[in-house]
Nanobody
């Protein structure tokens, strides 16, 4: 069974930074892609960033482009977040897929999910 465990969340003020980590029980190079999503109370799960395991090409939502950076060292997935805003608040979840190339921005593309780590940005 593939397990994903996130860490690094917390309470920060507007403009501060956080780095999230996601440990994968299998080496990440066996994935097709990995991603970070977030979910705020009462809202749908939202794509944040993704990385192709083969090409290491990265993808970002418009709302975080230029502020967040996704990376992997083949055992962990990272999300470096800077210039945080209150609207970045939510539970951040890492996700993994073994599927052929597809819609990286869709939650349905991913097969395995972590439990999430809470990020709260105060104004």
């Amino acid at each position: 069974q593939v397990l994903l465990i996130e860490s690094g969340g917390g309470l920060v003020q507007t403009g501060e930074s956080l780095t999230l980590s996601c440990v994968v029980s299998e080496r990440t190079f066996r994935s097709s892609a990995m991603a970070w999503f977030r979910q705020a109370p009462g809202k749908e799960r939202e794509f944040v960033a993704a990385i192709s395991a083969s090409t290491l090409r990265t993808y970002y939502s418009d709302s975080v482009k230029g502020r967040f950076a996704i990376s992997t060292d083949n055992t962990k997935l990272f999300l470096q977040m800077s210039s945080l805003k209150p609207e970045d608040t939510g539970v951040y979840l890492c996700a993994r897929t073994l599927r052929a190339p597809g819609d990286l921005l869709s939650p349905a593309y991913y097969d395995y999910w972590g439990q999430g780590t809470q990020v709260t940005v105060s104004s």
